[in-house]
């Protein structure tokens, strides 16, 4: 079973650039997250999508980030413009129906290096 | 939302057992807990859960203690390759079901 798909890897960009990364989760699975990961830190969630609507983005920076899910397939994360707080790894992950009792499966990351 | 406390970090040696722990003392009757970890430079990776009895998987066993306020995660035999970050999630049921990760133990396995 192929696993979480992301890319770029790596992303270096200078502050008030744009940019956006891109998720493949596992076929099948209706929930997808995003989460932002800062040096030394856990993981924290950005936005949670079940199919193609979005369940929670409380915590999404929404000035300066956005996310979709088109077709509840793959997701896009964009940062317009980026700030030098927001280097940090991006991580995507998906689960099958989203239930408290399910797996997530996480992608590699992406890791943003703003300048 | 249940909180963990977790040792900042561990040691073992290679071959040997280890036993992490992890209070959730605010877990409430439905929440499970989960434990994932994280290799180096790599995305958190599932390693088990539970509700109430000990549970045992490929990777780790789970014991979660009687009155369900704490768990430890077993490795049997810790390896090379189990040197990462280890997080308890507690997880409860609801529409929103991020995982919240706290800080979690780092584990070093020492040849």
């Known amino acids: 079973e192929a696993g979480v798909a992301q890319s770029p890897r790596y992303k270096i960009i200078e502050k008030r650039q744009s940019v956006a990364f891109w998720c493949n989760p596992i076929?099948?699975?209706?929930?997808l997250y995003w989460y932002q990961q800062i040096l030394g830190q856990g993981p924290k969630l950005l936005i949670q999508?079940?199919?193609?609507?979005?369940?929670?983005d409380s915590q999404l920076p929404k000035d300066r980030f956005s996310a979709e899910r088109l077709k509840g397939v793959d997701s896009t994360l964009k940062i317009q413009p980026a700030k030098l707080e927001d280097s940090a790894v991006y991580l995507c992950?998906?689960?099958?129906?989203?239930?408290?009792?399910?797996?997530?499966?996480f992608g590699p990351g992406t890791r943003l290096t703003v300048l | 939302d249940a909180k963990t406390t977790q040792p900042n970090s561990m040691e073992s040696n290679e071959e040997e057992p280890v036993h992490l722990p992890c209070n959730h003392s605010?877990?409430?009757?439905?929440?499970?807990i989960h434990w994932y970890r994280q290799l180096p430079s790599q995305g958190p990776e599932y390693v088990i859960h539970?509700?109430?009895s000990n549970v045992n998987n490929r990777m780790a066993s789970l014991a979660i203690a009687e009155d369900r306020k704490s768990s430890t995660l077993i490795l049997h035999r810790a390896t090379l390759r189990d040197a990462a970050v280890y997080y308890c999630?507690?997880?409860?049921?609801?529409?929103?079901?991020?995982?919240?990760f706290g800080k979690g133990t780092r584990l070093s396995v020492i040849a």
């Open positions: 992950a998906s689960s099958l129906v989203g239930l408290h009792t399910d797996t997530q499966y």
């Open positions: 076929s099948g699975h209706a929930t």
């Open positions: 999508f079940q199919n193609n609507g979005v369940v929670d």
């Open positions: 605010t877990i409430s009757g439905t929440d499970y």
């Open positions: 539970g509700l109430t």
């Open positions: 999630i507690p997880t409860f049921e609801s529409g929103n079901t991020p995982l919240v």
